[in-house]
């Protein structure tokens, strides 16, 4: 008996219902939209979760906070319409800013609650030298949230969601932005889909800065396709949920 044949990592594309939790409208898509394109074409359902309003993250810096987050959407929406997103739901925490991590976590125990994925996606919060906030938060209270969803003495921000909840079962949680990824899928078939969504992303990225991050993802997908029998790929460490606690 060996600990893989007791929590076995879980098989992401058996996945029909995906909540996609992520600190920024573009994190999403810059770490795995090449895997969340080839999800959605068979068949699962993506639902979005953005944490903060990504303000400060926008070039044009005459903008006005509404217009600035009605350009942020309008990207996102038509990056959505490439990767097939069904779904977008904001939080509107203060990008880079001041906010309460139970905040945080009760609202993506509404969302898991709400939408009852089988799969979590969120950002790797144990990522070594990873400097932004908003992507430690975001990623230690979706992990959190995803042990937790069905602990309901555990209250999310919205008691009728906690009412109305049935405790159902989530497969496992995909980490993305990790050192120490357990999958590298093939996004080869998927790599121009992958760059049509990332260059929607037009309200955070001068178009010298597009450029660099294409050629930073052009190089990335290669690199760790390195030794596989594909070209590119994405990274993932892909987890049971319960090996989400205590070293499992
Ligand atoms: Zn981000």
Redesign the pocket.
Do not use: E, L
């Given at each position: 008996m060996t600990i893989e044949t007791i929590l076995p990592i879980p098989d992401l594309f058996s996945a029909k219902r995906i909540l996609c939790i992520?600190?920024?409208y573009?994190?999403n898509d810059?770490a795995a939209a090449g895997i969340l394109t080839q999800l959605s074409k068979q068949g699962a359902e993506l639902f979005y979760l953005t944490a903060t309003d990504?303000l400060m993250?926008v070039v044009d810096v005459s903008l006005s906070d509404d217009e600035a987050a009605n350009v942020l959407r309008r990207d996102q929406f038509v990056a959505g319409k490439i990767v097939g997103v069904k779904e977008q739901y904001w939080l509107g925490y203060p990008d880079a800013g001041e906010y309460n991590y139970f905040d945080l976590r009760r609202d993506f125990l509404k969302y898991i609650r709400l939408l009852k994925p089988d799969f979590v996606f969120a950002?790797d919060a144990w990522l070594t030298y990873e400097g932004?906030r908003?992507?430690i938060q975001t990623g230690f209270a979706a992990a959190e949230a995803v042990m937790f969803a069905e602990l309901t003495k555990i209250a999310s921000s919205d008691p009728a969601v906690d009412a109305a909840y049935e405790p159902h079962s989530i497969d496992g949680i995909a980490l993305y932005y990790t050192r120490e990824p357990n999958t590298i899928v093939d996004i080869t078939s998927a790599w121009e889909e992958k760059v049509a969504a990332v260059r929607c992303y037009e309200a955070q990225f001068d178009s010298q800065g597009m450029e660099q991050l294409i050629m930073a993802l052009d190089a990335k997908s290669q690199q760790v396709a390195q030794g596989k029998s594909f070209m590119r790929g994405e990274p993932l460490k892909v987890l049971h949920t319960s090996a989400l606690h205590c070293g499992f």
């Open positions: 992520q600190p920024h573009d994190d810059i990504d993250g950002p932004h908003d992507h």
